[in-house]
């Protein structure tokens, strides 16, 4: 299987990223999921943590998830390494991924469309399609609404995999959304 790395480019690990970085773990498995570019501890209890950058890291047979590269991510590209820029999103994007890390590498990039993913999302797509699903065959939805609490709703501007007709959202994000609680 191959090993999914989260180049951590946020200045600390807020409670969003901790919970979607837990839920990738959940997704792909913690010998699977490497997080780079941090120290923090507490992410240890569910990936390897390694404090260099992953541009620091000689890997062979790699590739960044970005969402304006050039070419689309195929089950034919059977890389060893998928690197995801893990930062939390602007909307409208921003191009972080780019600015952050494509294109400080000469590694080569795929997309999984244009639309910006949740951080989870983009892993699970990616581990389908490595799986040998073709992008096209994955269902997602754009636009998440959520209730929050009656006549209150919040719209996630983002890309989601569809499991089982649902958007595929991390359950710790949904329950601190609803009660109204800060990040």
Known sequence: MPIY???HLDRTVYQWSFFEYRHISKLVGKKNLWITHTKSSRLKEFAKIIPQSVLDLDLKNACILDPLAEETLTPE????YY???GILGDDPPTEKTKKFLSSKSSLPTRNLEPEQMATDNAVYMTKL???GTPIESIP???DVELDLREGESVILPYKYVLV???PLICK???EKLKKGESF
């Open 5 to 7: 790395i989260i180049e």
């Open 77 to 80: 590209d059977n890389f060893e």
């Open 83 to 85: 690197i995801f820029g």
């Open 129 to 131: 399609i490595a799986d």
């Open 140 to 142: 997602v939805v754009t």
């Open 164 to 166: 089982n007709g649902k």
């Open 172 to 174: 710790a994000i949904m």
